[in-house]
């Protein structure tokens, strides 16, 4: 594990330092465009969501130009240290491993409730088995709480193994899970909502301080004019408010 940390700080090094001496204004966004209502791949092909819609904004109050990337959570970290992209925003919590490896903006949203669902409300999610997307602040939850964790690596398949009967129920962000349970009679959530990380935060490199504190000014201005929570009311209507 200490090996791999110094071996992502490396490269996390080599690629901030190419993009500080690019002097470039273009930064490229990396999402997952997979997780509703954060990010998703609308009709037409575009990343769509509450983070396409903060993430422009962010880069205008910046005076940044923004370009973005899709990429499949389990390497979205990797991806970023390599270079691949400039930022993570992707519904992507604030956790102290995770901030070994990489850097974090100001958080944009408070810790969001994970809930548990289910196609019964007494279904086992103590001692049963629990589906979660892998790499997740659930899934690591999971795995302590002393349920049998079973991880996937989309969070549409974490729903298809409780259909399935693979797993006994889910455990995600409350705001993707919703809107599931609302149009599905046979889903249900249960009373047992849980608190985790600390808040979402946009990624980026250790090396890309100013672009990190470009970002944080922005959200800040956002936090303070109140446009940000507008775009939490319409988004996340179930998320606590800044």
């Known amino acids: 594990m200490k090996k791999l940390i110094l071996t992502t700080a490396a490269l996390a090094l080599t690629a901030g330092m190419t993009f500080a001496g690019s002097h470039a204004t273009t930064v490229r966004m990396g999402t997952e465009g997979a997780y509703p209502p954060y990010n998703f791949i609308n009709d037409a092909g575009e990343v769509d969501g509450f983070e396409r819609e903060l993430g422009d904004e962010l880069c205008k109050r910046a005076e940044l130009t923004c370009e973005w990337v899709t990429n499949d959570w389990d390497s979205i970290i990797p991806n970023l240290v390599s270079g691949n992209y400039d930022t993570i925003i992707a519904g992507m919590s604030v956790t102290d491993e995770r901030d070994e490896v990489i850097d974090f903006t100001t958080n944009y949203t408070q810790p969001d409730p994970s809930s548990f669902m289910a196609m019964s409300m007494d279904a086992d999610i103590k001692g049963g088995v629990v589906a979660a997307q892998t790499g997740t602040i659930q899934a690591s939850y999971i795995a302590s709480m002393g349920a049998t964790l079973v991880e996937f690596a989309t969070p549409d398949e974490t729903v298809a193994a409780v259909r399935s009967g693979e797993a006994d129920a889910v455990l995600a962000d409350k705001s993707f899970l919703l809107p599931i349970a609302e149009a599905d009679s046979d889903m ?10 600390g808040g979402v935060g946009m990624g980026i490199r250790e090396s890309d301080n100013e672009l990190r504190d ?11 004019d109140g446009s940000l929570n507008e775009l939490i009311t319409k988004w996340l209507p179930e998320a606590e408010l800044f």
């Open 188 to 197: 249900m959530m249960l009373d047992a909502d849980v608190l985790i990380g």
């Open 214 to 224: 470009k970002f944080t000014a922005a959200i800040d201005s956002m936090k303070a």
